[in-house]
Protein backbone atom coordinates (compact mmCIF):
# COMPACT_ATOMS: atom_id res chain seq x y z
CA UNK A 1 0.00 0.00 0.00
CA UNK A 2 1.42 3.89 -1.13
CA UNK A 3 0.90 6.41 1.38
CA UNK A 4 1.10 9.97 0.10
CA UNK A 5 2.22 12.71 2.39
CA UNK A 6 1.45 16.03 1.66
CA UNK A 7 2.87 18.93 2.56
CA UNK A 8 2.82 22.88 1.89
CA UNK A 9 -0.42 24.15 2.50
CA UNK A 10 -1.69 27.01 4.43
CA UNK A 11 -2.62 30.57 4.40
CA UNK A 12 -1.39 33.27 1.99
CA UNK A 13 -2.28 36.61 0.71
CA UNK A 14 -3.74 37.19 -3.14
CA UNK A 15 -1.08 37.52 -5.42
CA UNK A 16 1.33 35.40 -3.25
CA UNK A 17 3.09 31.71 -3.57
CA UNK A 18 3.14 28.41 -1.82
CA UNK A 19 5.11 25.39 -2.76
CA UNK A 20 3.33 21.92 -1.88
CA UNK A 21 5.15 18.59 -1.64
CA UNK A 22 3.66 14.88 -1.99
CA UNK A 23 5.81 12.15 -0.88
CA UNK A 24 4.77 8.58 -1.92
CA UNK A 25 6.42 5.77 0.21
CA UNK A 26 6.28 2.49 -0.89
CA UNK A 27 6.62 1.22 -4.62
CA UNK A 28 4.66 2.96 -7.17
CA UNK A 29 5.76 0.65 -9.72
CA UNK A 30 3.74 1.04 -12.88
CA UNK A 31 2.44 4.23 -12.15
CA UNK A 32 1.40 6.22 -15.18
CA UNK A 33 1.19 9.66 -13.83
CA UNK A 34 1.13 11.59 -10.49
CA UNK A 35 -1.19 14.77 -9.41
CA UNK A 36 -3.31 17.19 -7.98
CA UNK A 37 -6.64 17.79 -7.74
CA UNK A 38 -8.42 20.27 -5.39
CA UNK A 39 -11.87 20.75 -3.87
CA UNK A 40 -13.42 23.49 -2.79
CA UNK A 41 -16.25 23.77 -0.28
CA UNK A 42 -19.69 23.07 -2.47
CA UNK A 43 -17.93 21.88 -5.51
CA UNK A 44 -16.06 18.60 -7.29
CA UNK A 45 -12.74 17.73 -7.50
CA UNK A 46 -10.71 18.90 -10.21
CA UNK A 47 -7.50 18.16 -11.83
CA UNK A 48 -4.91 21.39 -11.03
CA UNK A 49 -2.00 19.68 -12.86
CA UNK A 50 -0.85 16.43 -13.60
CA UNK A 51 2.43 15.23 -15.00
CA UNK A 52 3.03 11.37 -16.61
CA UNK A 53 5.68 9.57 -16.66
CA UNK A 54 7.08 10.45 -19.43
CA UNK A 55 7.08 13.91 -17.89
CA UNK A 56 4.42 15.04 -20.39
CA UNK A 57 1.97 17.89 -18.22
CA UNK A 58 -1.25 19.20 -18.37
CA UNK A 59 -2.96 21.94 -16.08
CA UNK A 60 -6.32 23.35 -15.43
CA UNK A 61 -6.98 26.11 -17.52
CA UNK A 62 -7.63 28.33 -14.37
CA UNK A 63 -3.85 27.65 -13.27
CA UNK A 64 -2.12 27.57 -16.51
CA UNK A 65 0.89 30.26 -16.39
CA UNK A 66 0.18 30.70 -12.85
CA UNK A 67 1.13 26.63 -11.33
CA UNK A 68 3.98 24.37 -12.29
CA UNK A 69 4.29 20.68 -11.78
CA UNK A 70 7.55 18.69 -11.25
CA UNK A 71 8.35 15.18 -9.80
CA UNK A 72 11.79 13.93 -8.26
CA UNK A 73 11.93 10.64 -9.45
CA UNK A 74 14.64 9.84 -7.37
CA UNK A 75 12.66 10.44 -4.07
CA UNK A 76 9.24 9.67 -5.38
CA UNK A 77 8.40 12.89 -5.06
CA UNK A 78 5.79 15.46 -6.51
CA UNK A 79 5.95 19.00 -6.31
CA UNK A 80 3.12 21.87 -7.20
CA UNK A 81 4.59 25.16 -6.86
CA UNK A 82 1.86 27.93 -7.33
CA UNK A 83 2.27 31.43 -7.52
CA UNK A 84 0.21 34.81 -8.14
CA UNK A 85 -2.56 32.79 -6.01
CA UNK A 86 -6.38 34.07 -6.06
CA UNK A 87 -8.74 33.65 -4.10
CA UNK A 88 -10.74 31.07 -6.05
CA UNK A 89 -7.64 29.15 -5.83
CA UNK A 90 -8.79 28.48 -2.09
CA UNK A 91 -9.67 24.81 -1.64
CA UNK A 92 -8.11 21.32 -0.33
CA UNK A 93 -5.37 20.18 -2.65
CA UNK A 94 -4.93 16.20 -2.82
CA UNK A 95 -1.86 14.47 -4.61
CA UNK A 96 -2.65 11.66 -6.87
CA UNK A 97 -1.17 8.77 -8.44
CA UNK A 98 -2.53 7.19 -11.16
CA UNK A 99 -1.72 3.58 -12.19
CA UNK A 100 -1.59 1.85 -15.75
CA UNK A 101 -4.05 -0.84 -14.56
CA UNK A 102 -6.60 2.35 -13.51
CA UNK A 103 -6.18 2.59 -9.48
CA UNK A 104 -5.52 5.40 -7.62
CA UNK A 105 -3.62 6.29 -4.52
CA UNK A 106 -4.63 9.39 -2.59
CA UNK A 107 -3.26 11.78 -0.10
CA UNK A 108 -4.82 12.97 2.93
CA UNK A 109 -5.32 16.29 1.49
CA UNK A 110 -3.32 19.78 2.52
CA UNK A 111 -5.56 23.31 3.11
CA UNK A 112 -4.88 26.10 0.85
CA UNK A 113 -6.44 29.32 1.72
CA UNK A 114 -5.91 32.74 -0.17
CA UNK A 115 -6.93 35.64 1.57
CA UNK A 116 -6.35 38.54 2.68
Known amino acids: QVRLVESGGGLVQPGGSLRLSCAAS????????MGWYRQAPGKERELVAR???????NYADSVKGRFTISRDNANNTVYLQMSSLKPEDTAVYYC??????????WGQGTQVTVSS
Open 96 to 105: NIHYAWGDDD
Open 26 to 33: GSIFGFSA
Open 51 to 57: ITRGDGT
